[in-house]
């Protein structure tokens, strides 16, 4: 009995174009694990799967001030089309050893970033030291990093939830790794949120001196 074999890729990143299928017909990608699919009016058409984790956009950062991830600039998707995002962060150096890896929000896509002296409240905990703050300027993501290139950086990861929902406030929190000073290692773990309600679209991460040596930032979005 013959064995029917739906269209399929192997190639990551390929996607069938219209002409090569019939409308209702399927193809895969094997490596992207991906479907797709030709609609009625003639288009090829991603198949969602509820709960993966998709790659959205992402950024090596090669000394700059800040690097940004704003909703409609450069291919980024920061909306209601995901309930969660996580941005992974990688090997993140500062220009200037010994600063802070903060956080900042936007409400108008990037345009302007968040930087009143009380738009944000964060509890930050570095080595099991803990810190709160009920009004600040931007959310410290970790203690003091070191700009030796070869100590690593910043590791971690930051889970938003929710960003385009007005209630509860914009949320997220976060766990990294880097070294300090004289090869000290320290663990943070931060969680915060904007002191008032506000539909976020845009978030931009710094230092609190210098800028961003290097290092990669990840985002991803869990499909609904």
């Known amino acids: 009995m013959p064995t029917l074999v739906p269209r399929y ?3 990551t990143g390929s996607v069938p174009s219209a002409g090569a299928l019939t409308t209702g017909e399927v193809a895969y990608n094997l490596p992207d694990r991906r479907i797709y ?10 198949l969602p799967l509820p709960g993966r984790w998709e790659l959205i956009k992402e950024v090596t950062a ?6 940004d991830l704003a909703h409609g600039s450069n291919g980024v998707v920061l909306n209601s089309t995901y309930d969660e995002y996580c941005v992974f962060l990688d090997r993140i150096v500062p220009a200037t050893n010994a600063s802070t890896l903060w956080l900042r929000t936007s409400t108008d896509a990037g345009v302007n970033f968040s930087s009143g002296v009380s738009d944000y409240v964060a509890h930050t905990s570095v080595n099991m030291a803990a810190t709160t703050s009920a ?5 410290a993501l970790t203690g003091t ?7 690593g950086g910043v590791t971690g990861y930051l889970y938003i939830f929710e960003p385009s929902t007005t209630v509860p406030r914009f949320r997220f929190s976060g766990v990294y790794a880097n070294t300090a000073d004289s090869n000290r ?3 943070t773990e931060a969680t915060g949120s904007r002191a008032a309600t506000a539909d976020v679209d845009g978030i931009r991460f710094l230092f609190s001196s210098g800028n961003v040596t290097s290092g990669t930032f990840r985002l991803y979005g869990r499909r609904k």
């Open 135 to 139: 009004a600040d300027a931007q959310i």
């Open 62 to 67: 090669s000394n700059v001030a800040a690097v």
């Open 145 to 151: 990093v070191s700009s030796t290139a070869g100590a």
């Open 185 to 187: 290692v320290a663990s």
């Open 9 to 11: 890729s192997t190639t």
């Open 37 to 46: 699919i030709k609609d009625g009016g003639g288009s090829v058409v991603e």
